[in-house]
T-cell receptor, first 117, second 113 residues
Framework: GVSQDPRHKITKRGQNVTFRCDPISGHTALYWYRQSLGQGPEFLIYFQGTGAADDSGLPNDRFFAVRPEGSVSTLKIQRTERGDSAVYLC?????????????????FGPGTRLTVL | AQSVSQHNHHVILSEAASLELGCNYSYGGTVNLFWYVQYPGQHLQLLLKYFSGDPLVKGIKGFEAEFIKSKFSFNLRKPSVQWSDTAEYFCAVNLYGNNRLAFGKGNQVVVIP
């Protein structure tokens, strides 16, 4: 399945954090979502291969994600704030198309729980 | 604004009771619809999906959902719940031509033995 590392991260306000996602082998599409307490997952960014095909969900320029070789992805948050506390979810799928019956199921990882003190 | 709405965030039921969770969306285009479930300590996993065709879709573990286009709704049902159905349930929408999922806030369902 999709693996994420670390599973938990506690940091102080102002520190930088990095999360890793290892998708299912062969999945070319990779997604990051953020789930705040009491909310559903909220889209951040998705990659098709190495490129960010849609990064419109990133809340501001403190958030940055890469997928340099088209497999593992890292999400970085700079100068963390208390409002960044959430579970960061990664998902992967076969090639994303967005069409009707050609939509490919997204498989989710366990998430990384970030607590900013 | 485009959104996915789920009401009655906390639901408590006894075993064998029927469950219905409402989901309404406000997207104007053609959509794919999903219900995801997250059991305690586990990942989000797909429960069922609707793309086109028969508006009544059946998923795993006896769940079904009905798409009513005129009401922009995709309600989830199960006739008789079990203790093992205790979980959080999320409705999600995907717009044609767009690969992101938009989720509702979820329903926390607790089934009492």
């Amino acid at each position: 399945g999709v693996s994420q590392d670390p599973r938990h991260k506690i940091t102080k306000r102002g520190q930088n954090v990095t999360f890793r996602c290892d998708p299912i082998s062969g999945h070319t599409a990779l997604y990051w979502y953020r789930q705040s307490l009491g909310q559903g997952p909220e889209f951040l960014i998705y990659f098709q291969g190495t490129g960010a095909a849609d990064d419109s969900g990133l809340p501001n320029d403190r958030f940055f994600a890469v997928r340099p070789e088209g497999s593992v992805s890292t999400l970085k948050i700079q100068r963390t704030e208390r409002g960044d506390s959430a579970v960061y979810l990664c998902a992967s799928s076969l090639m994303a198309s967005g069409g009707p019956s050609s939509y490919n199921e997204q498989f989710f990882g366990p998430g990384t729980r970030l607590t900013v003190l | 604004a485009q959104s996915v709405s789920q009401h009655n965030h906390h639901v408590i039921l006894s075993e064998a009771a029927s469950l219905e969770l409402g989901c309404n969306y406000s997207y104007g285009g053609t959509v794919n619809l999903f219900w995801y479930v997250q059991y305690p300590g586990q990942h989000l996993q797909l429960l069922l999906k609707y793309f086109s065709g028969d508006p009544l879709v059946k998923g795993i573990k006896g769940f079904e959902a009905e798409f009513i286009k005129s009401k922009f709704s995709f309600n989830l049902r199960k006739p008789s719940v079990q203790w093992s159905d205790t979980a959080e349930y999320f409705c999600a929408v995907n717009l044609y031509g767009n690969n992101r999922l938009a989720f509702g806030k979820g329903n926390q369902v607790v089934v009492i033995p």
